[in-house]
C-alpha cells in the first residue's frame, strides 16, 4: 500500500493513485459507520466482502449496459477503477418506507410505495448529506438536467436489476445509495455509475428470517432491517444487512434515512 499515493480517506475506502492515468484504486476499509458518522465501529471482513459484492454487482450492471467506473479487482480489498469527478449528490432509490423516510413523511416502515421513489441528498459531510431537489441542484451547477435525466434513468435500470436479483435470494431491496461520476474520453463526457454497490449502502430485509428464530414468515411480511443501533426498526423481524451490521452501518445519506 505504501508504493502507492493516497488521495483520499473516506469512511468507508481509502483511494489510492492508479497504475495508469486516469485511474484510481479502491481499498476497502472494515471501519463502518452509522447515522452521518456519528456512530462508529469495525467489522472484521466488512471490506473484503463489500470489495467482492461491489465487483460482483457492477460486473453484472456492465454486463446489461450500465456503465460503470469498474475496471477490475486487484486484491481481497482493492479495485481498479476509472478516476470520475464525483458528482456531488447521492442518489436514493427507495421501494419500500423506511428509516428516515418514513419519519420524515409519517408512513409506517414497511409500507410498499406506490412506484420507486428517487430522491437527491447533497454529498457533504458538514451538513449532514440534506436532501435537495432538481432545482438546487442545477441552480448551484452540480448537475444539468441532462445529468439528472441520465442519472435517473440509470437508478431505476439499477433498481429494477438489483430488486430481481435480491428477490432471488430471498431478500428485497428496500432502498439503496448510489453516487455517479463524470468520465471524460477524448471529447466526450458520460455519466458512469461510481463508488460502490454493496450492504453499506443497500437497506436489505430478509424475505424468510423471523426474529425469533421461528422459521419462515408468510409470503409478503414485513421483515426488518439492518441498524446500528437497532432502536430504529420494526419490532418483530431481524434485522440485516443495510449499512454494516450490528455495529455500525454507512453513513452519508443513507445514514439519513
Ligand atoms: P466518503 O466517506 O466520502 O463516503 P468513501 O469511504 O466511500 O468516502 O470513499 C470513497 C470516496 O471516493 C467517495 O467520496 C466517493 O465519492 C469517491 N469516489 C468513488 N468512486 C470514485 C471514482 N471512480 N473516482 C473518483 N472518486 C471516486
Ligand atoms: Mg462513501
Request: charge should be positive.
Amino acid at each position: 500500500m505504501s508504493r502507492r499515493r493516497q488521495i483520499y480517506e473516506g469512511k468507508a475506502k481509502v483511494l489510492f493513485e492508479g497504475p495508469e492515468p486516469g485511474t484510481i484504486v479502491q481499498y476497502f476499509k472494515d471501519d463502518a459507520s452509522a447515522f452521518n458518522n456519528k456512530k462508529k465501529g469495525t467489522i472484521t471482513g466488512k471490506g473484503v466482502l463489500n470489495n467482492r459484492i461491489s465487483e460482483y454487482l457492477m460486473t453484472k450492471l456492465n454486463e446489461i449496459g450500465v456503465p460503470t467506473h469498474f475496471v477490475r479487482r486487484l486484491n481481497m480489498r482493492e479495485q481498479l477503477v476509472r478516476e470520475v469527478e464525483i458528482i456531488p449528490i447521492e442518489v436514493i432509490i427507495r421501494n419500500i418506507a423506511a428509516g428516515g423516510f418514513s419519519k420524515r413523511l409519517g408512513i409506517a416502515e414497511g409500507t410498499v410505495l406506490p412506484r420507486s421513489i428517487v430522491e437527491y441528498y447533497y454529498k457533504n459531510d458538514e451538513l449532514n448529506d440534506p436532501m435537495v431537489s432538481e432545482e438546487h441542484i442545477t441552480a448551484f451547477g452540480w448537475a444539468a438536467t441532462q445529468d439528472l435525466d441520465d442519472m435517473m434513468q440509470m437508478a431505476l435500470r439499477i433498481n429494477d436489476f438489483l430488486t430481481g436479483l435480491f428477490l432471488g435470494v430471498q431478500i428485497r431491496l428496500v432502498d439503496f445509495k448510489i453516487e455517479f461520476g463524470r468520465l471524460y474520453k477524448d471529447e466526450e463526457m458520460r455519466i458512469v455509475l461510481a463508488d460502490e454497490i454493496s450492504p453499506d449502502n443497500c437497506r436489505l430485509w430478509d424475505l424468510n428470517q423471523r426474529e425469533d428464530g421461528q422459521g419462515s414468515l408468510p409470503p409478503g411480511s414485513r421483515t426488518g432491517r439492518g441498524s446500528l443501533s437497532g432502536s430504529r426498526s420494526p419490532p418483530r423481524y431481524p434485522r440485516r444487512g443495510r449499512r454494516g451490521g450490528p455495529q455500525g452501518s454507512q453513513g452519508g445519506a443513507v445514514g439519513a434515512l
